[in-house]
């Protein structure tokens, strides 16, 4: 392994000095379309059963009035909102996805939620605000790059999956916050010294309790949270780990990694953007699921098949989706719904708008969605049991699945390599109006108490597509205030 040479250093550096004239075009546009989603997602999530969860939080943190709770729009500290907003966006699992060969992170959503409520605090601008959130999110993408997978087992002759994402999320979270106050490189190296002290180790429970908690692998407000306020006490002169990355006693380390590419960690900032290498979710489920559910839509569009029709689905997955819950015809509560596939599949092949919808108490028990769910198996694709052969400079781009649904008394197969929402390919990335489509579908029923829904939502894409050009970014804040709907989800 090769010593490393300043890395936290070189790209605290890099991160500090980074501004909206240090980024290209298509980093700009995709750090744009990273808040929308997150927006979005956040949307989404005050309808669920996590919005009650936040609420409660931000009546405990109390605070000034820095910062936005969306949905309620409710004011209160900066470490409450970002909390509040970063857990509501990654409630129904459908936020952005960074999937990393080593370490998969969803730090999309801590990232945005920890700048936009520091910026919104000191009615910072539009390009800070873009800037902060670059920053973030392409050092928790290249911590991501930086670890490699995990390496055959004794007794195991493929390359195994981990649970995690809790570095990455803070990591990002913590940058993103020192770059919003302005610290610089030797502040903003002590504030990833706080945030690596207070990442979180996620249990093994999550692989098989049933029902899924509420409590996930990767607590997106936790890492919001902890970010803030890692860099607001280094901006009050607290001291960290210096070097918090680097050398044999690294972060990597303790983290139970073993081994860590340090040249990929720094090489090419500010010419090669990991940030471009995110994939936007299709559906509110967990990424690795997205390869079949793309071959099943697929499937279902190139044949005009309707659920009615439909005699049977088989899916074929990865390795990392086929744990019980992945499986269960009878999953229990929302949280377990969006890690399985009997569920998404029903939802999709019922044309049910990705979001909310897809969580509703009619959702979860009608008799004709749960006959269908029924109808659902989940098999092993030999092409992706071994994550090792797929490792593309450190990112999993393609991942072999297949659907088959049987239908009209014969069976129709669709295979593919990628999931909706990878950025690599033609066939499979998400353009403006897909994005905005499901933004529209996550805040959809925001709408049931406010009439001028429609107009707000186009008003808030119209905000965010050119956040760069705003002097304060109060300007889009006092935008995301909806009232909740009675009744929950419809």
């Given at each position: 392994m090769?010593e490393?040479v300043?890395?936290?250093?070189?790209?605290?550096q890099?991160?500090s000095?980074?501004?909206?004239?240090?980024?290209?075009?298509?980093?700009?546009?995709?750090?744009?379309w990273?808040l929308?989603?997150?927006?979005g997602?956040?949307?989404g999530g005050?309808?669920?059963?996590?919005?009650?969860?936040a609420?409660?939080?931000?009546?405990?943190v109390?605070?000034g009035?820095e910062?936005?709770?969306?949905?309620?729009?409710?004011?209160?500290?900066a470490?409450?909102a970002?909390a509040?907003n970063?857990r509501?966006?990654g409630a129904?699992?459908g936020?952005?996805t960074?999937?990393s060969?080593g370490q998969t992170?969803?730090?999309?959503?801590?990232?945005?939620?920890?700048?936009l409520?520091?910026c919104?605090r000191?009615?910072?601008?539009?390009?800070?605000l873009?800037?902060?959130?670059a920053?973030g999110?392409?050092?928790g993408?290249?911590f991501g790059?930086?670890v490699?997978?995990?390496?055959?087992q004794?007794?195991?002759?493929s390359?195994t999956?981990r649970?995690?994402?809790g570095?990455?999320?803070?990591?990002?979270?913590?940058t993103?916050?020192?770059?919003?106050?302005?610290?610089d490189?030797?502040a903003?190296?002590h504030?990833l010294?706080i945030g690596?002290?207070?990442i979180?180790?996620?249990?093994?429970?999550?692989?098989?309790a049933?029902p899924?908690?509420?409590t996930?692998s990767?607590d997106?407000?936790?890492?919001?949270?902890?970010?803030?306020?890692?860099?607001?006490?280094?901006?009050l002169?607290?001291?960290?780990?210096?070097?918090?990355?680097d050398?044999?006693?690294g972060l990597?380390?303790?983290m139970?990694y073993?081994?860590f590419?340090?040249?990929?960690l720094q090489a090419g900032?500010?010419r090669r953007?990991?940030t471009l290498?995110?994939?936007f979710k299709r559906?509110?489920?967990q990424?690795?699921?997205h390869?079949p559910?793309?071959?099943?839509?697929?499937?279902?569009?190139r044949?005009?098949?309707?659920?009615?029709?439909i005699?049977k689905?088989?899916?074929?997955?990865?390795s990392r989706?086929?744990?019980?819950?992945?499986?269960?015809?009878?999953?229990e509560?929302?949280?377990?719904?969006?890690?399985?596939?009997?569920?998404?599949?029903t939802m999709?092949?019922?044309g049910?708008?990705?979001g909310p919808?897809w969580?509703?108490e009619?959702?979860l028990s009608d008799?004709?969605?749960?006959?269908?769910?029924?109808?659902v198996e989940?098999r092993p694709d030999?092409?992706?049991q071994?994550?090792g052969?797929l490792?593309?400079?450190?990112?999993?781009?393609?991942?072999p699945?297949?659907?088959e649904?049987?239908?009209?008394?014969?069976s129709?197969r669709e295979?593919t390599?990628?999931?909706?929402?990878?950025p690599?390919?033609?066939?499979?990335?998400?353009?403006?109006?897909?994005?905005?489509?499901k933004?529209r579908?996550?805040?959809?029923?925001?709408g049931i108490a406010?009439?001028?829904?429609?107009?707000?939502?186009?008003?808030?894409?119209?905000?965010?597509l050119?956040?760069?050009?705003v002097?304060?970014v109060?300007?889009?804040?006092?935008l995301?205030?909806?009232?909740r709907p009675?009744g929950?989800?419809?």
């Amino acid at each position: 392994m090769p010593e490393p040479v300043e890395a936290t250093a070189i790209l605290s550096q890099f991160c500090s000095g980074l501004s909206l004239a240090d980024l290209p075009a298509e980093v700009l546009d995709r750090v744009r379309w990273l808040l929308l989603d997150s927006i979005g997602c956040a949307f989404g999530g005050t309808v669920s059963e996590f919005g009650a969860v936040a609420q409660g939080l931000v009546d405990l943190v109390g605070g000034g009035a820095e910062a936005t709770v969306l949905g309620s729009g409710q004011q209160t500290s900066a470490p409450g909102a970002a909390a509040a907003n970063a857990r509501l966006a990654g409630a129904l699992d459908g936020d952005e996805t960074f999937p990393s060969a080593g370490q998969t992170s969803h730090h999309a959503v801590s990232t945005v939620f920890a700048a936009l409520a520091l910026c919104e605090r000191s009615a910072a601008s539009g390009a800070e605000l873009v800037s902060s959130i670059a920053a973030g999110y392409e050092l928790g993408a290249r911590f991501g790059i930086a670890v490699g997978a995990s390496r055959p087992q004794p007794g195991r002759e493929s390359t195994t999956w981990r649970v995690g994402g809790g570095p990455a999320g803070v990591l990002a979270a913590t940058t993103a916050s020192a770059r919003a106050l302005g610290l610089d490189a030797t502040a903003t190296e002590h504030a990833l010294g706080i945030g690596g002290a207070h990442i979180d180790v996620p249990p093994l429970k999550w692989l098989s309790a049933r029902p899924a908690p509420m409590t996930k692998s990767m607590d997106c407000g936790w890492h919001a949270m902890a970010g803030v306020t890692a860099a607001y006490l280094a901006s009050l002169g607290m001291t960290g780990y210096r070097g918090l990355l680097d050398g044999a006693d690294g972060l990597w380390r303790a983290m139970g990694y073993a081994e860590f590419d340090f040249a990929a960690l720094q090489a090419g900032l500010g010419r090669r953007w990991y940030t471009l290498d995110g994939s936007f979710k299709r559906w509110p489920c967990q990424h690795w699921m997205h390869q079949p559910l793309t071959a099943l839509a697929r499937a279902l569009a190139r044949h005009q098949l309707d659920s009615n029709e439909i005699q049977k689905v088989v899916l074929y997955t990865n390795s990392r989706s086929l744990a019980p819950r992945f499986q269960d015809q009878d999953p229990e509560g929302a949280v377990t719904c969006s890690f399985n596939f009997p569920h998404a599949a029903t939802m999709i092949a019922l044309g049910v708008p990705p979001g909310p919808r897809w969580f509703s108490e009619w959702a979860l028990s009608d008799p004709a969605v749960v006959a269908l769910r029924h109808r659902v198996e989940v098999r092993p694709d030999p092409r992706s049991q071994d994550l090792g052969p797929l490792d593309d400079g450190g990112l999993i781009k393609r991942l072999p699945a297949a659907a088959e649904v049987a239908a009209r008394g014969t069976s129709f197969r669709e295979e593919t390599e990628s999931g909706y929402g990878n950025p690599w390919f033609e066939d499979s990335r998400l353009g403006p109006d897909d994005l905005k489509n499901k933004f529209r579908d996550f805040a959809h029923p925001l709408g049931i108490a406010d009439p001028t829904w429609k107009e707000r939502v186009e008003r808030i894409i119209e905000a965010v597509l050119s956040i760069e050009e705003v002097d304060d970014v109060r300007v889009l804040t006092r935008l995301l205030a909806f009232p909740r709907p009675p009744g929950g989800v419809s």
